[in-house]
């Protein structure tokens, strides 16, 4: 029996789940959505009769009528990219839900942008982590360093006067002196700023006095993370990770919330495995399958059109995770991507250095490993039709039911296409 009625949902692999869809799959029984980490370098892609909508920032909740949706003090905010898509929504008549903004949430600058390609291109070819480039990590660096700005300081006109002139004189510093690039003038980055937090104000409340009004009121809430846990900058593959606490743990920091308000985690994982950008991935497939996978499943990123590099799924990365994040039910996605693989392959250990490792190695690190794998039966039929598990292909109820087996966890929603119709609830 639930506890409360807070849902805290993550993506269980590295990232691109399908998280924004099973946040909107879920939607018509929640009350409250919140956002409690990352930043606009996370797209969560959302397909309602027919209409595609990617969120950056935004909740995934926007597109319900009368729900509460929340950004959280644990997101770096850009609030450009921000304002444009509610500007996009509004435009389109789809801004049906309430949004509130936390003050305390940090707010990515233009010079976070321009220092985040600068480092990216010093470390070499070689040595690159693959970032967006869109200034997620600088922003964090000054949150941690006591020197950002936050939602709070747009909204006067003394203080974002103060502080920005504070954090130009140190960027500049940098610009010039260790990249060699040009100064970024004090007005080019103030008038913006000023006018974000004029259109950013109406929005501005606290997160955390709501959340808990919404708690003693019984409301159902959602707290929706981004990215994946094995991107999570403690537990993830470091340092082939994002900026934020990804894991489920980041989503009390992420909005002030305590621990013992939590209700269940809902884990959500793609019936394969895929990544994007730089870091070890030890069942990419770089052959047809891995081709396979990218095209039936459209893999290519929300945010930056990258191509997602595609594999297997990875049993030992998934149990990890599962533990890390006390993983309560899962939601499995893209199922019927996997339609028309005669064989499906899935790793189930690991190899280095002649020794087999049955479990997720101590470093973390994933260096030099080698899959190994066990082999499954396929199956030929269309998925995307079927709407309850027991209409699945016997293969593809096989392939859950293994799944399921090996981590311990119920599958508790299946999606089999993208529309928001198109999920199979097994009682979530």
Known sequence: MRKNKVDVLIGAQWGDEGKGKVVDAMGADVDIFVRYQGGANAGHTVIVEGRKVVFHLLPSGMLYPGKLCMIGN????????LLKEMDDLY??????????????AHVVMPYHKTLD????????????????????GPCYVDKFARCGLRVTDLLDADCLRESLM????EKNHLLTR???????????????AREWGRALEPYVDSVTDLLYKALEEGKNILLEGAQGAMLDVDHGTYPYITSSSTSSAGAFTGTGMAPHALGRVLGVMKAYTTRVGEGPLPT??????????????????ATTGRPRRCGWLDIPALNYSMRLNGVDAIALTKLDVMTGLNKIQVCTAYERGGVRLSRYPADGSLRDVSPVYEALPGWEEDLSSCKTFESLPEAAQHYVNWIEKQLGVPVKLIGVGGERSQTINRGL
Do not use: C, M, W
């Open 74 to 81: 644990g997101v770096v905010l850009d609030p450009e990219q």
């Open 91 to 104: 435009s389109k008549g789809q801004d049906r839900a309430r949004l509130v903004i936390s003050p305390h």
């Open 178 to 192: 260790l990249y060699g690039e040009k100064p970024i003038p004090f007005d080019e980055v103030y008038e913006p």
């Open 284 to 301: 990419e497939d770089q052959g047809e399958t891995g081709e396979f996978l990218r095209e039936r499943g459209g893999e290519f990123g």
């Open 117 to 136: 390609r600068l480092e990216e291109a010093a470390r070499g070819k070689g040595n690159r982590i693959g970032t967006t480039g869109l200034g997620i």
């Open 166 to 169: 504070a954090a130009l004189e």
